[in-house]
C-alpha cells in the first residue's frame, strides 16, 4: 500500500509539475500564437486542464474519505465522532468537486452582487446582510462562502489531528490549510478594487 501510494503521488506530482510548466510556457512566455492553446493551459482558468485534473484530484479524495467512512462504520471499536466525521469530509470533497466542476461559488456570488445592486438602487429588497455586504470590499462569493470553509477547515484540522498517527501525516495537514487559508487570502486581494490599500498586486 505504501510503495502504491508513493507511485500514485510521484505521478501526480509529476502532472502538476507539468502543467505548471505547460502554463508558462505556452501562457505566459507565449510559446505558441494559438489563444485557444493559451487558454489550455491556462491555471487561472476553470475549462483548461488543470482544473479538470484538479476537479479529477478532489472526486479521488471524496472516494477515499467515502471508503474510510464505510471502514469505520464497519469497524467495531470505531467512534460515533470518527464515523460523522470522515462522512462529513466525504460530503465537503464531493461538494468541493462539483463546486470546482460548475463555478458554483462564482456563479451564486454573482446572484447575490446582484440581489446587493438592486437593493442599493431600491428596485429590490434591503436588508441587514446586504448592508453588511457593502462592508466587505472584495468577491461576493467570499462573504456568503467564507465562513462555511473556515468552519470546515477548523473541523478538518481538529479531526484530522485526532485520526493522523505520524509527525508526516499532521505537517501534511497544516501544510495543506495552509495553502488552502493562501488561495482564499490571495482570491480576496484579487477581488479588491484597485485604489483599495490592501490591494498588495
Do not use: K
Not at 115 to 125: H, L, M, S, V
Not at 143 to 150: A, Q
Request: with cysteine; hydrophobic share 50%; glycine share 10%.
Amino acid at each position: 500500500a505504501s510503495r502504491l501510494a508513493l507511485v500514485i503521488c510521484t505521478i501526480a506530482i509529476g502532472c502538476e509539475i507539468f502543467l505548471v510548466w505547460a502554463d508558462y510556457y505556452f501562457n505566459y512566455s507565449r510559446g505558441t500564437s494559438f489563444g485557444p492553446l493559451r487558454r489550455f493551459f491556462n491555471i487561472a482558468r476553470e475549462d483548461g486542464a488543470a482544473s479538470w485534473f484538479a476537479v479529477t484530484q478532489t472526486v479521488l479524495i471524496a472516494l477515499t474519505l467515502c471508503a474510510l467512512h464505510l471502514g469505520s462504520r464497519a469497524r467495531p471499536g470505531a467512534t460515533r465522532l470518527q464515523r460523522w466525521g470522515w462522512l462529513v469530509l466525504t460530503l465537503f470533497f464531493a461538494y468541493m468537486a462539483f463546486d470546482d466542476g460548475t463555478q458554483f461559488h462564482e456563479r451564486i456570488g454573482s446572484v447575490w452582487g446582484r440581489i446587493r445592486a438592486q437593493a442599493a438602487t431600491g428596485e429590490g429588497p434591503a436588508g441587514w446582510a446586504t448592508g453588511l455586504v457593502a462592508l466587505f470590499p472584495s468577491y461576493d462569493w467570499q462573504f456568503l462562502f467564507l465562513p462555511l470553509f473556515g468552519a470546515i477547515g477548523l473541523f478538518m484540522l481538529v479531526f484530522l489531528r485526532r485520526e493522523l498517527d505520524t509527525r508526516g501525516a499532521r505537517t501534511a495537514l497544516l501544510a495543506s490549510i495552509g495553502l488552502l487559508a493562501c488561495a482564499i487570502a490571495l482570491d480576496f486581494v484579487e477581488g479588491l478594487p484597485r485604489t483599495h490599500p490592501w490591494n498588495v498586486i
